[in-house]
Nanobody, 122 residues
Framework: QVQMVESGGGLVQAGGSLRLSCAAS????????MGWYRQAPGKQRELVAA???????NYADSVKGRFTVSRDNAKNTVYLQMDSLKPEDTAVYYC????????????????WGQGTQVTVSS
């Protein structure tokens, strides 16, 4: 009923930039918070950045000043601009969103993207 499709990952040298995109589609009634998580090998998944429907943002301390989360509500899309990338940013990045579908407008649930690999070489 809802699909979250990510794009934009890849291999980049330290100090470089990447922009991730994640588009939600399907029987969407409303989207509240959207965000990005990442999971490095052998580590737990962690929050990278989140943005409310009103545009308020929250970042992990490790990415503050380097990453920027934004969204286009008309396109049901969330973005993550990653600048000054470091090798420790290497991980699989997942988008997520709190979505109410048309068939159940009073119920919000979390949906996840399939993940996209970001690799930063030193």
């Amino acid at each position: 009923q809802v699909q979250m499709v990510e794009s934009g990952g890849g291999l980049v040298q330290a100090g470089g930039s990447l922009r991730l995109s994640c588009a939600a589609s399907g029987s969407i009634f409303r989207i509240n918070n959207m965000g990005w998580y990442r999971q490095a090998p052998g580590k737990q998944r962690e929050l990278v950045a989140a943005i409310t429907s009103g545009g308020s943002t929250n970042y992990a301390d490790s990415v503050k000043g380097r990453f920027t989360v934004s969204r286009d509500n008309a396109k049901n899309t969330v973005y993550l601009q990653m600048d000054s990338l470091k090798p420790e940013d290497t991980a699989v990045y997942y988008c997520n969103a709190a979505i109410a579908i048309i068939q159940a407008t009073g119920f919000m649930r979390m949906y996840w993207g399939q993940g996209t690999q970001v690799t930063v070489s030193s």
